[in-house]
């Protein structure tokens, strides 16, 4: 499957387990407690491809944007990234520098570009 593939929701569910998966094997080695839930939504107006909820420990993907693998495995690995730092320190860092230069989003945007190692992970030993 090609990285830019169009996916629908049944694909977008399946592949999403196994990117959280594959997030918590190469960011925590399973070693901290974490469970993390995702749940699937239908946002057609907004740019966001997935959010994170630091007090649910949920990540919500929108699968009609996040529909091809690479946007797919760049929004959880994003908000992944999230889910390992402060909570309190996100709404900080918020509201002295705002949403863009968050050091936590700097840091969240930048890990995405780790999209292609999930990818080969997955896709090379998975569907065609
Ligand atoms: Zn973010």
Known sequence: ?????RINKETVCMLAPQILDWCMMTYSGYTTDISIEIDY??????????????TDRNITVM?????????LITAIIHEYTHSLQNH?????YHNLVGYWNNPYELA????ESEWIECYNDIFKSNIK
């Open 1 to 5: 499957m090609a990285p830019s593939k």
């Open 41 to 54: 939504c239908k946002k057609p107006k907004t740019k966001d491809y997935a959010l994170y909820d630091f």
């Open 63 to 71: 699968y009609n944007v996040s529909n091809t693998p690479k946007k």
């Open 88 to 92: 309190g320190w996100y709404y900080r």
């Open 108 to 111: 969240a945007r930048k890990k």
